[in-house]
């Protein structure tokens, strides 16, 4: 397949210096351009054309997110957001994922050297993951094989896998959903769907901690829908969803006939957390039939083993069609499993899934 090809933009040279070094540390990167700002950047694409963009957000002359703009609405390549907002300003790097943004994350720190090389394996990761991504015009209204790889976890790290079978059905549906890179978009078009009295909902979005809290509030504004952060003990109710914070897996429970969830620390799943696998386990086990489990775009396999207890469990289950997915992975890999019965355009899954809990 050959190596992923990268244009590197920032206005740092030393930080232009260091990311260069530290993608071409990973053997599967080449580095074939860099420049200091975004009119440098365009002369560049005049001779090369990368697979993947990494691009700062400060900078001369023109701003990153104006400059990602005019990429996504004119020659769409995938753009890695890596700035220090990724840090401290949650609201420019939701912009920066509705313009079009494959990631953001922060720019690498130099502390000590297990910190240095974790920053290493993920930036290098997420660009390779980025290079298969999907980019259509937009209308705007990692691994260093020196350095230590953390096993790959299963949802058995943190809620053991029920050998019940699932409870009769009841009157209440819950909806769980999952979604990684190309989600926030995805999930605006999936909640806009619904009316203000839909069953209630449970949703995973790979995001980072600093996000989860913006991007509810967000959802909350533009759909009928009640959207909120999960806190721990939320009641799952009727016309609310309720999304799993950064850095914590968010798990559905039952008491008596009241749905609630618990927000917990603990391992990386899939090398995520929140994971979507944990939370599908959660509503295998405790809602069975009484749920119906959605898996929208996104990078990996996380969320695919869950998808089909859920399905074993009774649920119904539905995935995005690969047309429609900025990455046909995770809806890809619950497919090959077998644990879907309706693949859909992301378009139809709203209406669809109402038709269903119907």
């Known amino acids: 397949m050959g190596k992923v090809k990268v244009m590197v933009v920032d206005d740092s040279a030393l930080v232009r210096q260091t990311l260069i070094s530290v993608l071409e540390s990973d053997p599967a990167i080449e580095v074939v351009a860099s420049a200091a700002d975004p009119f440098a950047a365009v002369e560049k694409l005049k001779k090369v054309v990368p697979d993947v963009i990494t691009l ?28 220090t907002l990724a840090e401290k300003d949650s609201d420019t790097a939701l912009q920066a994922y509705e313009f079009g943004a494959i990631d953001v994350i922060e720019k690498p720190k130099v502390n000590t050297k297990d910190e240095i ?35 790959k976890l299963s949802a058995d790290a943190v809620l053991e896998k029920s050998t019940v079978r699932s409870m009769v059905r009841t009157t209440e549906t819950v909806i769980a959903v999952g979604a990684s890179t190309g989600g926030t978009e995805a999930l605006k078009t999936f909640l806009s769907g619904f009316p203000a009295d839909c069953p209630g909902m449970v949703i995973v979005q790979h995001m980072p901690e600093q996000f989860t809290k913006q991007f509810a509030k967000r959802l909350d504004d533009l759909c009928k829908v009640t959207v909120k952060e999960a806190e721990n003990g939320d009641k799952v109710l009727r016309g609310q969803a309720l999304l799993a914070p950064g850095g914590k897996h968010l798990m559905l429970k039952r008491s008596g006939a009241v749905y609630y969830v618990e927000v917990i620390d603990g391992p990386l799943v899939n090398r995520h957390r929140p994971s979507v696998d944990v939370l599908f386990r959660s509503a295998a086990r405790y809602a069975g039939k009484n749920a119906l489990g ?26 995005q069609d690969e047309a429609s997915c900025v990455v046909f992975g995770m809806p890809k890999e619950a497919i090959k499993l077998n644990g879907v019965e309706k693949v859909l355009p992301l378009a139809e899954i709203s209406k669809h899934t109402l038709k269903k809990v119907k």
């Open 56 to 83: 700062d957000v400060e900078m001369p002359k023109m701003d990153g997110l104006t400059f990602l703009k005019k990429i996504m609405t004119q020659h769409p390549i995938p753009v890695v957001i890596i700035s």
């Open 294 to 319: 959605v898996i929208l775009t996104g990078m990996g396999d996380d969320g695919a083993k869950g998808m089909l207890e859920m399905k074993e469990a009774g649920a119904y289950t539905i995935a």
């Open 117 to 151: 090389e974790r920053s290493q394996m993920e930036l290098c990761e997420k660009i390779k993951q980025a290079a298969g991504a999907r980019v259509q015009k937009k209308e705007i209204t990692s691994i260093d094989t020196k350095g230590y790889v953390p096993p």
